[in-house]
């Protein structure tokens, strides 16, 4: 069974930095990535990294995220800096397992930048 805990949200001033981890167990994983979905929004992309670790960004979030993986630790990480409101949002943790299609999501972890 596939479980990912994210973690690492919170509340912080614009310009500051937090990082998300989520931990993933119960197999080997394909892409992991991070999205988020602000209230009245439709939930968007924000980065993902395949297992090779070629990544990719939101035009948003460029520059400013850094994603990352252990893969011996079956973890993704998120490194937030110069934070905005904008990016006030929940993020939730996505992968799959090699060689599967199906998606598993966590549960989220709240990210809230006040101005």
């Known amino acids: 069974q596939v479980q990912l805990v994210e973690s690492g949200g919170g509340l912080v001033q614009a310009g500051g930095s937090l990082r998300l981890t989520c931990a993933a167990s119960?197999?080997?994983?394909?892409?992991m990535g991070w999205y988020r979905q602000a209230p009245g929004k439709q939930r968007e992309l924000v980065a993902t990294?395949?297992?090779?670790?070629?990544?990719n960004y939101a035009d948003s979030v460029k520059g400013r995220f850094t994603i990352s993986r252990d893969n011996t630790k079956n973890t993704v990480y998120l490194q937030m800096n110069s934070l905005k409101p904008e990016d006030t949002a929940v993020y939730y943790c996505?992968?799959?397992?090699?060689?599967?299609?199906?998606?598993?999501w966590g549960r989220g972890t709240q990210v809230t930048v006040s101005s």
């Open positions: 990294i395949t297992s090779g670790g070629v990544t």
């Open positions: 996505n992968t799959r397992r090699m060689y599967e299609s199906k998606t598993y």
């Open positions: 119960g197999g080997i994983f394909n892409t």
